[in-house]
């Protein structure tokens, strides 16, 4: 997904615009399908708060995070922000990955 809304402000063209945002959509309603069965695996007493809780995080985390970026757009063009935005989490899972790879091997 951040992935592709990074490769989508980086476009000057429609066409290949319109690939990048389909694959971001198909990034997010695989996570949100994922997260989603995940629940539904809850027992049945459980599923309600789990569900709830859930939807409260993604609102609280997603409100928080415009928060926190709204700033950036008056410094810099938003292809730069979500570029510095959606690549931190990037860089960091990777550098995470690499290093559990190499501590494993």
Excluded: C, K
Aim: aromatic letters at 12%.
């Amino acid at each position: 997904m951040s992935l592709g809304f990074i490769f989508t402000f980086q476009q000057s063209g429609v066409p290949l615009a319109l690939m990048f945002i389909v694959l971001a959509g198909v990034g997010d309603g695989l996570a949100d399908v994922s997260l989603i069965s995940r629940i539904q695996s809850e027992p049945e007493r459980l599923r309600l708060p789990v569900f709830s809780l859930m939807t409260l995080l993604q609102m609280t985390g997603f409100g928080v995070g415009m928060l926190i970026v709204a700033p950036f757009y008056v410094w810099y063009s938003p292809a730069l922000v979500i570029v510095i935005f959606h690549g931190i989490p990037l860089l960091t899972l990777t550098a995470l990955w690499l290093y559990n790879r190499q501590r494993l091997t």
